[in-house]
């Protein structure tokens, strides 16, 4: 027997039918564009380009998204008190997403974005933070595998300088490991990725009034922040995934 596909009730938009019945398709494929790409920049995390190709995606979308409720402002008269609720005038609190939108004509008409990043080494259990120490990054095109490999004798086995772990691995769990954070430079002093991650949240709020607006109710994926931080670690069994069994953690 084939399996029924679940209904979707009449007017609720989602990622499941917004594309043949959403009343401002665009502009909630928008939205969705900005959730992709923050989803590539916690896959890319410790890439630095395809960070970087994956923020600039995500402030084109941004960008456009706000573009796009604009015109269709100028066409109705209740989206344009939602516009000027929540875009008219970005600033206090939200003074970060103006600068989000304006950093995107930056990259297109003048330079990439100026971003610096920091390192923290040591021992993170289930990629959760133990303990762990900073180190300078010089070079922030550097990738973190290159980093942790770099590091790694210093810390690991019974030659190490400072011994965080034995080369068995005895405390399941444990593993050499790397954190990252990425700063950019005329946005803020915050870590980006939840920085895109409240503005994705902002935007959210706008397009389910609009939608409100047109008798729907917009359905989205939640967003889920543990795995956006856990993104932000690298442990050595990223890197080779038979090094549990090899521990004898299997």
């Known amino acids: ?17 917004y594309e043949r019945e959403c009343p401002i398709m665009d502009i909630h494929d928008r939205l969705n564009e900005c959730y992709y790409h923050i989803l590539e920049m916690a896959q890319n995390y410790h890439v630095p380009a395809f960070f970087r190709f994956s923020l600039n995606a995500f402030l084109s979308s941004l960008q456009s998204m706000k573009y796009l409720i604009y015109k269709l402002s100028k066409k109705d008269y209740e989206v344009d008190g939602i516009y000027k609720k929540y875009l008219e005038h970005l600033d206090g609190e939200h003074l970060f997403i103006k600068k989000m939108i304006d950093s995107r004509n930056t990259v297109i008409h003048e330079s990439n974005l100026k971003m610096h990043s920091i390192a923290k080494l040591g021992i993170y259990r289930w990629k ?18 290159s980093i942790l490999n770099f590091y790694k004798p210093d810390f690991v086995g019974k030659d190490a300088k400072i011994m965080f772990l034995d ?15 990425w700063v950019v430079d005329g946005i803020g002093d915050k870590e980006i990725l939840s920085m895109c991650l409240a503005a994705y949240d902002y935007f959210s709020t706008i397009i389910a009034d609009i939608h409100k607006h047109y008798g729907k109710t917009l359905g989205l994926s939640a967003v ?4 956006f931080l856990i993104s932000q670690v690298m442990v050595e069994s990223d890197l080779d995934s038979s090094l549990h069994k090899k521990w004898g953690w299997d």
């Open 167 to 181: 080369d068995e691995h005895s405390a399941i769990g444990e593993e050499f490991g790397v954190w990252r954070e």
């Open 224 to 227: 889920k922040n543990d795995y």
């Open 128 to 145: 959760v933070h133990k303990l762990a120490i900073e180190v300078p990054i010089n070079d922030i095109f550097i990738d973190s595998a």
């Open 1 to 17: 027997m084939a399996k029924r596909i679940p209904k979707v009730p009449d007017n609720c938009c989602d990622e499941s039918n």
